[in-house]
């Protein structure tokens, strides 16, 4: 007979790591060192969201992580939220249905991570999020429904900084919240020096040109399917660059590159001046550049926080974020997609104090995720 819910009974001793883009992979790679250094019982699932080698295997190189012990197959050819999400949901369930976990654990807002929360809590498994609580107040944005949802079907509610666990008691969350710190910090800290040390540049200046440089990461689906906020961010950053003497150097994501292809686009950002384009990086050769830029320019989520991490200026093209904290601090500015006011903001950024407290944790939030994690699947 086939089992539709497992019986706790059931359920072995041991936790189950969900990953499958880029950012999640950063966020558990010291998850995973931990749990292999503390010999717990676990196991990875790659969902296959995302797939090109500079989206994925270099990560796995780069951060040291052995070959996920799942990979689901198909998910890349789905178009649409609706049909990636159900395609992991029904790949994750099934490995779950084999391995019986007693603990599932996501990290973040991508699909993949509500595909994996709820196969867990369709089977019974007990949910646990890392980065939870996090909130842009953003209704047209699917990694703010993912978020929601995740947050109020997990058990285990890991966060960022106090400002989360407050928004989960305000949502009367019925999980258990606990404030752990942002794997992100540890990742970036344990990784800089063998980043800098294999890519690093000691003066902060581009290395072909001598001028000081800006990082431009941008994949938002609000931003890059729109040809409109599209130019409106390569114009700005053609702006910054000629306004401010900087070399722009955008790193960019299969999809901005797909859009800009589409809209028309590639011939004009290629034809910029001072603003170089190109794939995106693995993460320590991303670590270094960023670490020794003068500024940087983004609408990631993970990109924000590295900036504040290592006290970069940042300028956000997005109307709102859900990293308000590096805001207050003045590590962060809101500018939207206008050039006006990215170029305004660039501005301000590069005369900041950059002397400002990191808002996500020291550093040991993985531990503290693994002790927690390691105690759940030994209860009976
Ligand atoms: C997803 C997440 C987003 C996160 C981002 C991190 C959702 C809803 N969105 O957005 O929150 O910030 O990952 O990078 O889950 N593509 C490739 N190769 C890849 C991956 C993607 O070519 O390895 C292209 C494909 O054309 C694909 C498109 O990018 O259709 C979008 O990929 P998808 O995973 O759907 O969303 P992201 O924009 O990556
Ligand atoms: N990143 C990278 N290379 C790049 C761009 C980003 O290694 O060319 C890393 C970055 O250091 C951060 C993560 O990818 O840890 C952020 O992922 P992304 O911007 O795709 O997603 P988001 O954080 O917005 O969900």
Redesign the pocket.
Known sequence: MSEKVLRPEALRPEVAVVVG????IVMFAPIIAHLRKKAGAHFVIHTG????P???AQFFSDLELPTPDYRLEGV?EK?T?GG?TAAMLEGVERVLLERKPRLVLVG???????AGALAARKLGIRVGHVEAGERSYDWC???EH?RRIIDHISEYLFTSSPKAGQQLERESVRGEIIETGNPIVDASRAHLDLALRCFGQPDRRDQDTGRPYAVLTT???EN?DDPGRLRGIFTGAARVAEGLDLTVLCLA???T??RLQEFGLEEWVHSLDRVEIRPGSGYLEFLALLSRAALILTD???VQQEACIHRIPCVTLRENTEWVETIETGANRLVGTDPDHILAGASEALHARVDWKVPFGDGHAAERIVDYALRVVGEK
Do not use: I, W
């Open positions: 883009t880029r950012p999640g969201q995302h797939y090109s500079n989206m994925d890349s178009p939220h990636q973040g807002d991508a699909n993949t991570n509500l944005m699917p990694e993912n994949h938002r689906e890059v994501h299969p999809r590159l797909k990631s989520g993970g």
